[in-house]
């Protein structure tokens, strides 16, 4: 996912919100993903784990340094929100 968002620069005119959608297939991992953002700004994430996980991440992607219009900086996202569904062994793709 950080490697998503050091690919991606300044694309999408940061700071942004990333959303991680888990699990499920792909279709349902994409839904998750843009529900995952309209989750409110400063609501921790109710599952501790995830919280954690959020935390980690949000700071992974502000040490990039690409900043807020990838003009540089130390804010590249505001939040990283993460769902999750269950899902089946079976139903995750080979390469």
């Given at each position: 996912?950080i490697?998503?968002v ?26 998750l993903?843009?529900k ?6 400063g ?12 935390a ?10 690409i ?15 993460i769902?999750?569904?269950p ?6 793709p080979s390469?």
């Open positions: 996912m490697e998503r050091r690919d991606a620069g300044a694309n999408p005119c940061p700071p942004t919100i990333v959303g991680v959608g888990i699990g499920g297939s792909l279709e349902l991992a994409a839904i993903s843009k995952a953002v309209l989750r409110p700004l609501s921790p994430n109710p599952d501790e784990r995830l919280a954690k996980l959020e980690e991440w949000l700071e992974d992607i502000n040490r990039l340094g900043g807020p219009q990838g003009l540089g900086g130390r804010i590249t996202s505001l939040a990283v929100h769902l999750v569904a899902h089946h062994i079976a139903s995750i390469r």
